[in-house]
């Protein structure tokens, strides 16, 4: 089985994609792709799965540089509620 890696947009250092939070921009959205079954088709960001790291990558923009296009501030905003959102769902869960 290979080990398949990934550069993470916020540090630029490269990951096992097993470490990784896969986002797609679809539709004018910003989707995470690593919460659904199936992969989402389209060009793919990742970062490491850390809270600061995405909150980083939210407050500096740069998904714009890595989908080669201006995201609206409002898919950044819309997407940093859902990451709250999944985080402490997930944090509720490890305590559990």
Known sequence: M???????IVDQKIYPVSEL???VYIDKKLVIDKFFDKKIGGRGA????DYDKIQQAIQK???NRAF???ISTLAYTNLAN???ILW?????????
């Open 88 to 96: 402490k769902k997930v944090k509720n869960e490890s305590q559990m």
């Open 82 to 84: 859902e990451v709250e």
């Open 61 to 63: 923009k740069l998904f």
């Open 2 to 8: 290979k080990n398949y890696t990934r550069k993470c």
């Open 46 to 49: 990742y970062i490491f799965a």
């Open 21 to 23: 939070i896969r986002f």
């Open 68 to 70: 080669k296009t201006n």
